[in-house]
Protein backbone atom coordinates (compact mmCIF):
# COMPACT_ATOMS: atom_id res chain seq x y z
CA UNK A 1 0.00 0.00 0.00
CA UNK A 2 0.85 4.01 0.09
CA UNK A 3 2.10 3.89 -3.43
CA UNK A 4 2.44 7.43 -5.25
CA UNK A 5 2.89 7.81 -8.72
CA UNK A 6 4.19 10.29 -11.23
CA UNK A 7 3.85 11.23 -14.43
CA UNK A 8 5.60 11.87 -16.90
CA UNK A 9 9.12 10.48 -15.52
CA UNK A 10 11.26 12.24 -17.70
CA UNK A 11 10.16 15.42 -20.62
CA UNK A 12 12.34 17.51 -22.50
CA UNK A 13 11.30 20.40 -23.48
CA UNK A 14 11.87 23.57 -25.55
CA UNK A 15 12.20 27.00 -23.12
CA UNK A 16 8.98 29.18 -23.28
CA UNK A 17 6.91 25.48 -23.49
CA UNK A 18 4.73 24.69 -20.77
CA UNK A 19 5.34 21.29 -18.79
CA UNK A 20 2.34 19.53 -16.86
CA UNK A 21 3.35 16.47 -14.16
CA UNK A 22 0.79 14.50 -12.48
CA UNK A 23 1.12 12.93 -9.03
CA UNK A 24 -1.04 10.47 -7.93
CA UNK A 25 -2.12 8.15 -4.74
CA UNK A 26 -2.87 5.10 -5.99
CA UNK A 27 -4.18 2.69 -2.90
CA UNK A 28 -4.81 6.09 -0.26
CA UNK A 29 -6.85 9.29 -0.73
CA UNK A 30 -4.53 12.40 0.28
CA UNK A 31 -5.90 15.26 1.41
CA UNK A 32 -2.66 16.83 1.13
CA UNK A 33 0.50 16.76 -1.28
CA UNK A 34 3.39 18.21 -1.75
CA UNK A 35 5.59 19.62 -4.53
CA UNK A 36 9.86 19.64 -3.91
CA UNK A 37 12.58 20.18 -6.01
CA UNK A 38 16.02 18.35 -5.66
CA UNK A 39 19.03 19.45 -7.55
CA UNK A 40 22.16 17.06 -7.39
CA UNK A 41 23.68 16.11 -4.53
CA UNK A 42 21.03 18.00 -2.35
CA UNK A 43 18.36 17.42 -0.10
CA UNK A 44 15.02 18.22 -1.06
CA UNK A 45 13.54 21.67 -1.15
CA UNK A 46 9.66 22.10 -0.50
CA UNK A 47 8.07 23.92 -3.05
CA UNK A 48 4.32 23.87 -2.35
CA UNK A 49 1.71 22.19 -0.28
CA UNK A 50 -1.55 21.18 -2.19
CA UNK A 51 -4.75 20.89 -0.30
CA UNK A 52 -7.75 19.07 -2.44
CA UNK A 53 -9.83 21.58 -3.02
CA UNK A 54 -8.05 24.81 -2.04
CA UNK A 55 -5.53 26.80 -3.77
CA UNK A 56 -1.76 26.08 -2.68
CA UNK A 57 0.24 27.06 -0.48
CA UNK A 58 3.82 28.45 -1.90
CA UNK A 59 6.55 28.73 -0.08
CA UNK A 60 9.29 31.62 -0.27
CA UNK A 61 10.85 31.81 -2.83
CA UNK A 62 8.96 30.30 -5.30
CA UNK A 63 7.09 31.72 -8.01
CA UNK A 64 3.18 31.13 -7.89
CA UNK A 65 2.32 32.21 -11.20
CA UNK A 66 5.37 30.20 -12.90
CA UNK A 67 4.31 26.32 -11.27
CA UNK A 68 0.59 26.13 -11.07
CA UNK A 69 -0.06 23.73 -8.64
CA UNK A 70 -3.68 22.11 -8.79
CA UNK A 71 -4.99 19.34 -6.80
CA UNK A 72 -8.42 18.65 -7.93
CA UNK A 73 -9.09 15.09 -5.98
CA UNK A 74 -8.50 13.52 -3.19
CA UNK A 75 -5.66 11.14 -6.05
CA UNK A 76 -4.68 13.75 -8.02
CA UNK A 77 -2.32 16.83 -8.43
CA UNK A 78 -0.79 18.68 -11.02
CA UNK A 79 2.48 20.93 -11.17
CA UNK A 80 2.33 23.04 -14.12
CA UNK A 81 5.81 24.16 -14.85
CA UNK A 82 4.90 27.29 -17.56
CA UNK A 83 6.68 29.07 -19.84
CA UNK A 84 10.13 26.78 -18.87
CA UNK A 85 13.26 27.85 -19.05
CA UNK A 86 16.93 26.34 -18.27
CA UNK A 87 17.01 27.52 -15.05
CA UNK A 88 13.58 25.01 -14.35
CA UNK A 89 15.54 22.06 -15.24
CA UNK A 90 15.58 19.85 -12.37
CA UNK A 91 14.42 16.78 -10.68
CA UNK A 92 10.35 17.45 -9.68
CA UNK A 93 9.33 14.67 -6.72
CA UNK A 94 5.78 15.03 -5.49
CA UNK A 95 4.86 13.13 -1.93
CA UNK A 96 1.41 12.49 -0.48
CA UNK A 97 0.60 12.36 3.36
CA UNK A 98 -1.14 9.49 4.23
CA UNK A 99 -2.84 9.28 8.07
CA UNK A 100 -3.54 5.46 7.84
CA UNK A 101 -0.71 4.48 9.89
CA UNK A 102 0.44 1.57 8.06
CA UNK A 103 2.86 0.51 11.39
CA UNK A 104 5.25 3.48 11.46
CA UNK A 105 2.71 4.97 13.50
CA UNK A 106 1.76 8.16 12.34
CA UNK A 107 1.05 10.81 9.38
CA UNK A 108 3.94 10.65 7.04
CA UNK A 109 4.25 11.15 3.47
CA UNK A 110 5.16 8.82 0.74
CA UNK A 111 6.93 9.82 -2.07
CA UNK A 112 6.50 9.57 -6.35
CA UNK A 113 9.71 8.61 -8.02
CA UNK A 114 10.39 11.86 -9.74
CA UNK A 115 10.36 13.62 -12.71
CA UNK A 116 13.60 15.17 -14.45
CA UNK A 117 13.07 17.96 -16.15
CA UNK A 118 15.49 19.11 -19.19
CA UNK A 119 14.74 22.18 -20.67
CA UNK A 120 16.35 22.92 -23.33
CA UNK B 1 18.09 27.99 9.75
CA UNK B 2 18.49 24.26 9.75
CA UNK B 3 15.99 22.85 11.87
CA UNK B 4 17.55 19.08 11.46
CA UNK B 5 21.20 18.40 11.30
CA UNK B 6 22.57 15.65 10.07
CA UNK B 7 26.07 13.81 9.96
CA UNK B 8 27.87 12.41 8.57
CA UNK B 9 27.91 14.01 4.56
CA UNK B 10 29.05 10.33 3.43
CA UNK B 11 30.33 7.50 4.49
CA UNK B 12 31.57 3.94 3.67
CA UNK B 13 31.51 0.98 5.18
CA UNK B 14 32.69 -2.48 4.31
CA UNK B 15 29.84 -5.23 3.62
CA UNK B 16 28.58 -6.69 6.78
CA UNK B 17 29.82 -3.59 8.55
CA UNK B 18 27.06 -1.01 10.99
CA UNK B 19 26.37 2.27 9.26
CA UNK B 20 25.29 5.22 11.46
CA UNK B 21 23.84 8.01 10.81
CA UNK B 22 23.45 10.97 13.19
CA UNK B 23 20.17 13.42 13.09
CA UNK B 24 19.56 16.38 16.00
CA UNK B 25 16.74 18.40 16.31
CA UNK B 26 15.36 21.71 17.88
CA UNK B 27 12.01 21.89 17.50
CA UNK B 28 10.37 20.36 20.29
CA UNK B 29 7.27 20.36 18.06
CA UNK B 30 8.26 17.59 15.93
CA UNK B 31 6.89 14.28 17.17
CA UNK B 32 7.42 12.10 13.97
CA UNK B 33 10.82 10.94 12.73
CA UNK B 34 10.91 9.52 9.55
CA UNK B 35 13.65 8.01 7.45
CA UNK B 36 14.16 7.78 3.89
CA UNK B 37 16.24 6.20 1.62
CA UNK B 38 16.97 7.48 -1.95
CA UNK B 39 18.83 5.65 -4.89
CA UNK B 40 19.94 8.10 -7.69
CA UNK B 41 17.26 8.70 -9.78
CA UNK B 42 14.57 7.55 -7.61
CA UNK B 43 12.10 9.48 -5.41
CA UNK B 44 12.67 8.69 -1.36
CA UNK B 45 11.44 5.44 -0.38
CA UNK B 46 9.92 5.30 3.22
CA UNK B 47 12.29 3.14 5.57
CA UNK B 48 11.21 3.05 9.34
CA UNK B 49 10.03 5.82 11.50
CA UNK B 50 9.46 6.70 15.20
CA UNK B 51 7.70 8.88 17.77
CA UNK B 52 9.59 10.45 20.64
CA UNK B 53 7.66 8.08 23.60
CA UNK B 54 10.09 5.23 22.03
CA UNK B 55 13.84 5.04 22.43
CA UNK B 56 14.08 2.19 20.21
CA UNK B 57 12.30 0.87 16.78
CA UNK B 58 13.72 -2.07 14.90
CA UNK B 59 12.56 -3.53 11.48
CA UNK B 60 14.88 -5.49 9.57
CA UNK B 61 18.25 -4.59 9.37
CA UNK B 62 17.34 -1.25 10.24
CA UNK B 63 17.15 0.05 13.89
CA UNK B 64 16.41 3.76 14.95
CA UNK B 65 17.49 5.06 18.26
CA UNK B 66 15.90 8.11 19.53
CA UNK B 67 17.21 9.80 22.65
CA UNK B 68 14.59 12.28 23.33
CA UNK B 69 16.27 14.54 26.55
CA UNK B 70 19.33 15.09 23.52
CA UNK B 71 16.64 16.17 20.87
CA UNK B 72 18.75 13.00 18.84
CA UNK B 73 18.03 10.06 16.63
CA UNK B 74 20.21 7.54 14.63
CA UNK B 75 19.71 5.00 11.97
CA UNK B 76 21.92 1.51 12.22
CA UNK B 77 22.07 -0.96 9.19
CA UNK B 78 22.95 -3.98 10.63
CA UNK B 79 25.02 -6.33 8.68
CA UNK B 80 24.84 -3.63 5.42
CA UNK B 81 25.31 -4.74 1.83
CA UNK B 82 26.17 -3.25 -1.27
CA UNK B 83 22.36 -2.86 -2.23
CA UNK B 84 22.22 -0.94 0.93
CA UNK B 85 24.14 1.74 -0.98
CA UNK B 86 21.64 4.90 -1.31
CA UNK B 87 21.80 8.62 0.24
CA UNK B 88 19.82 8.53 3.60
CA UNK B 89 17.80 11.09 5.36
CA UNK B 90 16.81 11.67 8.16
CA UNK B 91 13.09 13.97 8.78
CA UNK B 92 10.97 15.33 11.47
CA UNK B 93 7.33 16.30 10.94
CA UNK B 94 5.03 18.35 13.43
CA UNK B 95 1.35 16.53 13.52
CA UNK B 96 0.33 19.87 15.06
CA UNK B 97 1.03 21.77 12.07
CA UNK B 98 1.24 21.56 8.59
CA UNK B 99 2.52 18.40 8.12
CA UNK B 100 5.59 19.39 6.05
CA UNK B 101 8.91 17.16 6.72
CA UNK B 102 11.71 19.08 7.78
CA UNK B 103 14.77 17.16 6.04
CA UNK B 104 18.29 16.90 7.00
CA UNK B 105 20.87 17.20 4.52
CA UNK B 106 21.66 13.56 3.67
CA UNK B 107 24.38 11.31 3.62
CA UNK B 108 25.43 9.05 1.27
CA UNK B 109 26.47 5.86 2.29
CA UNK B 110 28.53 3.65 0.23
CA UNK B 111 29.17 -0.24 1.25
CA UNK B 112 31.97 -1.85 -0.49
CA UNK B 113 32.09 -5.25 -1.20
Known amino acids: GAVVSQHPSRVICKSGTSVKIECRSL??????MFWYRQFPKQSLMLMAT?????????EQGVEKDKFLINHASLTLSTLTVTSAHPEDSSFYIC????????????????FGPGTRLTVL | QQQVKQSPQSLIVQKGGIPIINCAYE??????FPWYQQFPGKGPALLIAIRPDVSEKKEGRFTISFNKSAKQFSLHIMDSQPGDSATYFC????????????FGKGTKLSVIP
Open chain 2, 27 to 32: NTAFDY
Open chain 1, 95 to 110: SARWSGGMGHGGDTQY
Open chain 2, 91 to 102: AAISGAGSYQLT
Open chain 1, 27 to 32: DFQATT
Open chain 1, 50 to 58: SNEGSKATY
